[in-house]
């Protein structure tokens, strides 16, 4: 299954990707083997997933949230709605 998912790096920051492996893909990201971002910010924690049917969905869901502010990724990594929400209005204005 394609997965889209996002790590708290230890520096604080936070790393949104994708892959079909997602055990695969935390392992390198571990290892210092992942994307080139991750390997000087380990260790990294996983901090949200979603689970897609399709690969290029999980892509371009992996690019909308590339493209968020911090606040908003995390409160998706919270699962708070609310701050999603008015973040979505606040941007539309």
Same mark, same amino acid.
């Given at each position: ?14 790393? #949104?990707? !994708? ?8 392992a ?13 910010? =380990? ?5 949200? #997933? ?14 909308? #949230?590339?493209?968020? !502010? ?12 609310? #701050?999603l !929400?008015a973040? !979505? =209005?606040? =941007?539309?204005?």
């Amino acid at each position: 299954m394609p997965y889209v998912y996002m790590l708290h790096c230890a520096d604080g920051t936070t790393y #949104v990707g !994708s892959t079909i492996d997602l055990e695969r893909r935390l392992a390198e990201h571990q290892a210092g083997e992942g994307a080139a971002y991750t390997r000087t910010r =380990r260790p990294v924690r996983l901090i949200h #997933v979603e689970e897609f049917a399709r690969i290029d969905d999980a892509f371009a869901r992996e690019k909308q #949230v590339q493209n968020w !502010s911090r606040a908003k990724r995390m409160a998706l990594a919270r699962g708070d709605e609310e #701050v999603l !929400s008015a973040a !979505s =209005r606040k =941007r539309r204005r």
